[in-house]
Nanobody, 126 residues
């Protein structure tokens, strides 16, 4: 069974940085687009960043553009989310996800993602 395991969450002060990692259990996921989602209390889960399998195409939600960076290391089956200049409104549970099928686009449609990690909590203090 495929597993996605996030790590790197925690408590950080506003203006600080944090790097999340997502390790996939199967090498074949190097051919899938990957995304980072987040869900704050009382809000819907939202896609904040996506990357195609080769790493050459990315997508960012306006709320994180210029502050967060998504990247991947296919040799390590790992996707990263570098979070800089964090704000209290970035507080949420962060999830990584893999697209259902191999492709080379940065998938931006939530229903196209079929594999999910368990989530990691990020809390930004003011």
């Amino acid at each position: 069974q495929v597993q996605l395991v996030e790590s790197g969450g925690g408590l950080v002060q506003a203006g600080g940085s944090l790097r999340l990692s997502c390790a996939a259990s199967r090498r074949t996921f190097s051919m899938h687009a990957m995304g980072w989602f987040r869900q704050a209390p009382g809000k819907e889960r939202e896609l904040i960043a996506a990357i195609n399998w080769s790493g050459g195409t990315t997508y960012y939600a306006d709320s994180v553009k210029g502050r967060f960076t998504i990247s991947r290391d296919n040799a390590k089956n790992t996707v990263y989310l570098q979070m800089n200049s964090v704000k209290p409104e970035d507080t949420a549970v962060y999830y990584c996800a893999a697209a259902k099928y191999p492709n080379n686009v940065a998938v931006v449609t939530t229903t196209e993602y079929g594999y999910w990690g368990q989530g990691t909590q990020v809390t930004v203090s003011s």
